[in-house]
Structures are given as structure tokens and as C-alpha cells.
């Protein structure tokens, strides 16, 4: 699978969370679906390939798929990544937790649909308990049977990160990590050992890393993604914006902060 399987290197890829709904430290508003569609193109056009969504995104996926249609004989090149387990409540513009088999199975069907196809599929909110319920592991057969071979976990406790490292199941562990949240360093050992690949999200930490008044953007970036580059995996690390201009921004960042370890590593 393109940008997390094939090689030990790490690539920046684009979480979509910003597109579908107000998300951040600083609660930004979705941009208008049209704008959303430019990012993505522009996105491509600056060499992403690695889109990470889910259906807890509000309009994510939807708009996605809108995206992926209009690319046509070019969206085989890119991988689709989204979740099952934390599902949308449109009516009320909220995010909440079901891992019952018939919540996934219904969940993945209308991921399909929108998708058109998954690469990666996720256990979204992915707690020991749900890792080791029987719904899940159900679903994940389902999944199967729907032609999804590649499976992943994303996690925010090593508890979690622990038994999906050592399940069998997983190919790829996401992972919030970053300064502020040095928490799940360890899963990163865990990943390695298991041969798995990472997906590091929140890496500016929603934006409290970058001051919104940063007179050195760059360097606050930079140092925010060579904090994570400290760490040995292979994986993509998931800028979420909903602009253009911030992800130029952080892809300037990244290669600096790449290009540094890499000198500093030998």
C-alpha cells in the first residue's frame, strides 16, 4: 500500500478531519466544499498521496469521495484511509462512540459508498475493550469479506496500542504524539517490534504548537516535526488543515526537519 508499507521511510500525509467539521485548538470552521475539493487537488499536486478520513469527520468522506471520483485513472496512486467505531450525529454536529457489530457493519457500508474503495480501515476510538470485544472481530471479518485486507488501529492509550501491536490483526497503529503529549512513545517500540507501521497524528497538537502569532512559523514546524522524526518507525505523519498555504507550509517543514535528521543520524 502506497506511503506505509513499502519502504522504512516517513512521508507526510493529509488527515481530513478539517474539511468535514469545526475542529482545533482554535475550533476552525470547515471551508466550503468547493475549497475543500482545491485543497485536496492542490494536495496531490504537491506530491501527497496518503489521505486519512473517517466517518466521525462530518462531510470528510462524502467530500472525499467527491474528490476521488473526479480524479478518475489518477486516484489509484493514492490511499484511502478511514475508520469504523466512532460514528457522525449530523443533527447534532457530534462525534459518539458505538463499537456493535451491526453500528461497523453499517458504518463500513456507507464508507464504501462514499469511498468507492479503502486501502486502510481503521478501529476508530480503539480502546483495549473494543480491540478485544467480539463485535469488532466480527467486523473485521466483514471488512474481509468486503475485500479490505489492510487493517489498522488508531489508539490513544498504550493499553490499547499494547494489544493491537501484539494482536496479529494490525498492520498500522495511529497515534496521537507530539511534545505536549509525549505519552505514547513507547508504542513506537511496540509498532517496531511487531513490524507495523505508524500514523503519527496531531502533530502541531491541534495547533498549540504554532502560536498564532508565531513571528518564526517555520521553526515552530520544523522543531514540532523533528520532535517526531526523533522517533525510529516507518509511517506517515497526518497534517490536518484546510488550507493550502498551511500545507505548503508544513511540507517546507517537514522536508527541513527530515533533511536535519537524516544529517544528524548519519
Known amino acids: 500500500m502506497n506511503g506505509i508499507t513499502d ?4 512521508s507526510l500525509g493529509l488527515g481530513l478531519v478539517s474539511i468535514g467539521r469545526a475542529w482545533g485548538y482554535r475550533e476552525g470552521l470547515p471551508p466550503t466544499e468547493e475549497d ?3 485543497l485536496l487537488h492542490h494536495a496531490v499536486s504537491q506530491g501527497i498521496t496518503f489521505f486519512d478520513t473517517a466517518p466521525a469527520y462530518g462531510a470528510s468522506e462524502r467530500i472525499f469521495g467527491t474528490f476521488l471520483k473526479r ?8 490511499t484511502v484511509s478511514t475508520k469504523m467505531g466512532e460514528h457522525w450525529n449530523a443533527a447534532e454536529q457530534s ?3 458505538d463499537h456493535s457489530y451491526d453500528a461497523l457493519c453499517r458504518s463500513l457500508d456507507r464508507s464504501l459508498e ?3 474503495r479503502i486501502d486502510l480501515l481503521q478501529i476508530h476510538k480503539a480502546s483495549a475493550a473494543a480491540l478485544a470485544s467480539k463485535d469488532v472481530e466480527r467486523a473485521i471479518a466483514y471488512a474481509r469479506s468486503n475485500g479490505i485486507d489492510t487493517l ?3 489508539v490513544s492509550d498504550l493499553d490499547a496500542a499494547r494489544l493491537a501491536s501484539t494482536s496479529g490483526t494490525y498492520a498500522v497503529i495511529q497515534l496521537p504524539y507530539y511534545r505536549l503529549f509525549p505519552t505514547m512513545a513507547p508504542a513506537f517500540a511496540m509498532a517496531r517490534a511487531a513490524g507495523m507501521s505508524v500514523l503519527v497524528n496531531r502533530p502541531f497538537g491541534m495547533g498549540r504548537l504554532i502560536p498564532e502569532e508565531a513571528g518564526d512559523k517555520a521553526c515552530h514546524l520544523k522543531e514540532a516535526l523533528a520532535f517526531i522524526l526523533e ?8 497534517t490536518g488543515t484546510r488550507s493550502p498555504r498551511h ?3 508544513s511540507l517546507a517543514a517537514f522536508r527541513m526537519a527530515r533533511d536535519g535528521e537524516s544529517a544528524r543520524t548519519g
Open 231 to 238: 522517533q525510529p518507525f516507518k509511517g506517515v505523519i497526518l
Open 71 to 78: 480524479q478518475g485513472a489518477k486516484a489509484p496512486h493514492l
Open 36 to 38: 475543500a475539493l482545491a
Open 95 to 97: 462525534a459518539f462512540t
Open 152 to 154: 489498522g488501529a488508531s
Open 247 to 249: 500545507l505548503d507550509e
Open 7 to 10: 519502504n522504512a521511510s516517513v
Open 114 to 116: 462514499r469511498l468507492g
